[in-house]
T-cell receptor
Framework: NAGVTQTPKFQVLKTGQSMTLQCAQD?????MSWYRQDPGMGLRLIHY???????DQGEVPNGYNVSRSTTEDFPLRLLSAAPSQTSVYFC????????????FGQGTRLTVV | AQKITQTQPGMFVQEKEAVTLDCTYD???????LFWYKQPSSGEMIFLIY??????QNATEGRYSLNFQKARKSANLVISASQLGDSAMYFC????????????????FGQGTILTVHP
């Protein structure tokens, strides 16, 4: 069981470039989400999805797009990278509900220069 | 207002001693879940323990226990018999939301506490 797989693990972008962070889970989880982790800020929710075809914004959605065409995949797109988007990004999945433990990917360390 | 507050940016403990990491939360929902995650220096997020808002007993998982005080809205993590491998960042998190709503199950994190275990 692979769990939550994130790619790539490291990425350097130039300002203005676009890219997609990939996230896939094989646990048939309804709920998937993207977080960014910055020093002293904890993990902040970017976007989340409660099922295929349904997405919504989290706390810090600006500059990011998501889509959920399948239960398994939840890619995060950076449309025009900015230095403020330098961060560590985590994808997580879980069953939906307040008792559900979230399973995390290994994270992507993104640097925008 | 912060939904999850961890007031201790850093904590130090001697090996084999117990340590308490503080977490307070804010919600108007009756049904919610509280979680603790560990993030070692390698970066992965490791689930430690869960407490439901309706659970009458404090949750325990091996050396981890959660001191849940609902009236005070606190969910402190207690690590007994600390080990050098416990040195890591620890996050408190909460899931809330009304069943059936689109935000049901959203997970909110605190800022984290860095725990250092000294030999």
């Amino acid at each position: 069981n692979a769990g939550v797989t994130q790619t790539p693990k490291f990425q350097v972008l130039k300002t203005g470039q676009s890219m997609t962070l990939q996230c896939a889970q094989d646990m048939n989880h309804e709920y998937m989400s993207w977080y960014r982790q910055d020093p002293g800020m904890g993990l902040r929710l970017i976007h989340y999805s409660v099922g295929a075809g349904i997405t919504d914004q989290g706390e810090v959605p600006n500059g990011y797009n998501v889509s959920r065409s399948t239960t398994e995949d939840f890619p995060l797109r950076l449309l025009s990278a900015a230095p403020s988007q330098t961060s560590v990004y985590f994808c997580a999945s879980s069953l939906r509900g307040n008792t559900a433990e979230a399973f995390f990917g290994q994270g992507t360390r993104l640097t925008v220069v | 207002a912060q939904k999850i507050t961890q007031t201790q940016p850093g904590m130090f403990v001697q090996e084999k001693e117990a340590v308490t990491l503080d977490c307070t939360y804010d919600t108007s929902d009756q049904s919610y879940g509280l979680f603790w995650y560990k993030q070692p220096s390698s970066g992965e997020m490791i689930f430690l323990i869960y407490q439901g808002s309706y659970d009458e007993q404090n949750a325990t998982e091996g050396r981890y226990s959660l001191n849940f005080q609902k009236a005070r809205k606190s969910a402190n993590l207690v690590i007994s018999a600390s080990q050098l491998g416990d040195s890591a960042m620890y996050f408190c998190a909460m899931r809330e939301g009304r069943a059936g709503g689109t935000s049901y199950g959203k997970l909110t994190f605190g800022q984290g506490t860095i725990l250092t275990v000294h030999p």
